[in-house]
């Protein structure tokens, strides 16, 4: 397949990478390759205000993989089968997110999509764009699996001083308080009183986490 384009993000490395797309309003900038540069392969898409992203994790690239994985949000301990999770650990190692989409831009020369909602690493290979259309792409009776009781362990509250919040760009400190409200954690390693470094941009941010508070100690 064809790489169309490549994905540019303030997630520098796979740790702290929100699990799921939209989760935060964390930018990106999908831009599309010499090739599908033509205006034509993009036209009518701002008539949407949401797509299907369908990329690459291109830094789990293996020749083996197994049937099963073991979810980190059931405590690395309960095997799922590979086709009932989103685990980055596939036969084909591809990953499908669903993007706002807030802008067509020219980024050196090339169309670009300014997008929200990301969770992909930077410079991720992107293979096909779609429409999310809401009259098919919404199931209101759809059930939520194992990942219902995942999602009631709550957010973190996050206490970030202001000498340090201001260090951050103005218009990426909602995106990066949200990504820390997640929980960057590791979810099946025993949460140790340890200090984590998260890389966010051009920052790299240390915190610690004292029950359901995570403290910013360095930006």
């Not at 049937?67 to 036969?91: I, Q, Y």
């Not at 669903?98 to 929200?116: H, P, Q, T």
């Not at 909602?174 to 979810?187: F, H, N, S, Y």
Request: proline share 6%; net charge neutral.
């Amino acid at each position: 397949m064809d790489i169309i384009a490549r994905i540019r993000t303030d997630y520098k490395e796979k740790f702290g990478i929100p699990r799921q797309s939209c989760m935060t309003d964390a930018t990106g900038l999908i831009v599309f390759e010499e090739k599908y540069s033509d205006p034509n392969y993009i036209r009518g898409i701002e008539e949407f205000n949401y797509l299907w992203i369908i990329w690459q994790f291109s830094k789990n690239v293996k020749e083996n993989h197994n049937p099963t994985v073991r979810p980190p949000k059931l405590g690395g301990e309960e095997h799922k089968g590979v086709f009932a999770t989103r685990s980055s650990f596939r036969p084909n190692n591809m990953g499908l997110s669903s993007v706002r989409l807030l802008e067509i831009v020219k980024f050196e020369g090339k169309n670009a999509l300014l997008v929200s909602g990301v969770d992909m690493l930077d410079g991720t290979p992107v293979f096909d764009i779609k429409p999310y259309i809401p009259y098919s792409d919404i199931h209101k009776d759809a059930k939520a699996g194992f990942t219902e009781k995942t999602l009631k362990s709550g957010l973190l509250e996050v206490i970030f001083p202001d000498e340090l919040l201001k260090k951050i760009e103005e218009e990426k400190r909602t995106p990066l308080i949200k990504t820390l409200e997640l929980d960057p954690r590791p979810a099946y390693m025993e949460k140790i009183d340890r200090e984590y470094g998260l890389s966010f941009g051009e920052h790299n941010i240390t915190f610690i986490v004292e029950g359901n508070k995570l403290y910013v100690t360095n930006v």
